[in-house]
């Protein structure tokens, strides 16, 4: 059986955000087993799993990403959306647009210290939806 539906995020601001609790608190009803597919329908962000419990990862995600592709390079040709834009469509791209996490007993089966995260690029990149499909 397939199950699908949209979820709306609210504006985040640029970072690393764990979205965890939203995307549970909008799922509809989960089978006994199965797979939760998650896409975000934007090309300047992305999804990822990873570590729910210290703020300090987040952190060290945005300082790494912005010093591997830095804003305002003189090289970037698709410019005209502003500096925060093209490096937002290249993180994208590294990291992804969607995770995939097992379903147990009707629980979404994370690891203990995962959560999923809004990886948001742009400055003001406005609400994004996310597209689910559950596989039972």
Same mark, same amino acid.
């Given at each position: 059986?397939?199950?699908?539906?949209?979820?709306?995020?609210?504006?985040?601001?640029?970072?690393?955000?764990?979205?965890?609790g939203?995307?549970?608190?909008?799922?509809?009803?989960?089978? $006994?087993?199965?797979?939760?597919? =998650?896409?975000?329908?934007?090309?300047?962000?992305?999804?990822s799993?990873? *570590?729910? @419990? /210290?703020?300090?990862?987040?952190n060290?995600? $945005?300082?790494?990403?912005?010093? =591997?592709?830095?804003?305002?390079?003189?090289?970037?040709?698709?410019?005209? *959306?502003? @500096? /925060?834009?093209?490096?937002?469509?290249?993180?994208?791209?590294?990291?992804?647009?969607?995770?995939?996490?097992?379903?147990?007993?009707h629980?979404?089966?994370?690891?203990?210290?995962?959560?999923?995260?809004?990886?948001?690029?742009?400055?003001?990149?406005?609400?994004?939806?996310?597209?689910?499909?559950?596989?039972?």
């Open positions: 059986m397939v199950t699908q539906f949209q979820i709306t995020l609210p504006n985040y601001r640029r970072g690393y955000h764990l979205i965890t939203t995307i549970m608190q909008s799922l509809p009803e989960l089978p $006994e087993s199965g797979l939760l597919h =998650l896409m975000i329908q934007h090309t300047s962000a992305a999804l799993i990873n *570590e729910n @419990a /210290d703020p300090a990862v987040r060290d995600f $945005e300082y790494v990403f912005d010093k =591997l592709i830095p804003e305002r390079d003189p090289n970037y040709t698709h410019d005209t *959306e502003g @500096a /925060d834009d093209m490096p937002a469509h290249i993180k994208a791209s590294m990291i992804g647009p969607s995770v995939t996490i097992p379903i147990t007993n629980k979404l089966n994370l690891g203990t210290w995962q959560g999923i995260y809004l990886c948001e690029f742009r400055n003001y990149g406005g609400r994004r939806n996310i597209f689910g499909t559950i596989l039972s």
